[in-house]
């Protein structure tokens, strides 16, 4: 399979502490993608990091990229408890143009 | 909010019924897309479109059909349901090209009895 990995798979956290998820994947890849689920919803994109980037923010969102370790790390900064989602890490490899995507982690931030 | 519309949100049928997953975006995108997750478990691509008349069967093997007769509309068919079919499927769509963003809609939950 060429699905990613994050890790955790499940994290808990109060308001107002940093979450930090990692993925990991196997081949080259055009670029990853940051995904949140709120529980049984559809999945709403957070960014994109290109192959030939190595660090992108947006908001309280800090997302890096190792090509080297074929890794990424997302940090959300100063959670919310409606930052409780599930987040999961998107991979477009190279050669194709659908995302494959990992088993998500699931983060719960308690008032 | 993302224009992609997915009907019915929920869905409980008979084993043996057809039944057809419908998916539609107003953002003019080519690509299209049909993910199925079961709960608290990762997405797997059953099938896609690159537009019009393209389709293509995704990572996960499927006994579900689709068509892409419009840009806009991307209905998933099953002719005949079964237990094993019950899940969580997601539509989505993207513009056409690398290194652009899927657009999700709410997904159906299917419960085949």
């Known amino acids: 399979s060429q699905q990613g990995e994050e890790d955790p798979q499940a994290l808990s956290i109060q308001e107002g502490e940093n979450a930090t998820m990692n993925c990991s994947y196997k081949t080259s890849i055009n670029n990853l993608q940051w995904y949140r689920q709120n529980s049984g919803r559809g999945l709403v994109h957070l960014i994109l990091?290109?192959?030939?980037?190595r660090e992108k923010h947006s908001g309280r969102l800090r997302v890096t990229l190792d090509t080297s370790k074929k890794s990424s790390s997302l940090l959300i900064t100063a959670s919310r408890a409606a930052d409780t989602a599930s987040y999961f890490c998107?991979?477009?490899?190279?050669?194709?143009?659908?995302?494959?995507f990992g088993k998500g982690t699931m983060l719960l931030v308690s008032p | 909010e993302a224009d992609i519309y997915q009907t019915p949100r929920y869905l409980v049928i008979g084993t043996g019924k057809k039944i057809t997953l419908e998916c539609s975006q107003t953002m003019g995108h080519d690509k299209m897309y049909w993910y199925q997750q079961d709960p608290g478990m990762e997405l797997h691509l059953i099938h896609y479109?690159?537009?019009?008349?393209?389709?293509e069967k995704g990572d996960l093997s499927s006994e579900s059909t689709v068509s892409r007769i419009r840009t806009e509309h991307f209905p998933l068919t099953l002719e005949s349901a079964r237990p094993s079919h019950t899940s969580q499927y997601l539509c989505?769509?993207?513009?056409?090209?690398?290194?652009?963003?899927?657009?999700f809609g709410q997904g159906t939950r299917l419960t085949v009895v």
């Open positions: 998107a991979t477009e490899y190279s050669g194709y143009s659908t995302l494959t």
């Open positions: 989505a769509s993207s513009e056409f090209g690398q290194n652009t963003e899927a657009f």
């Open positions: 479109s690159y537009g019009v008349n393209s389709t």
């Open positions: 990091i290109r192959s030939n980037e």
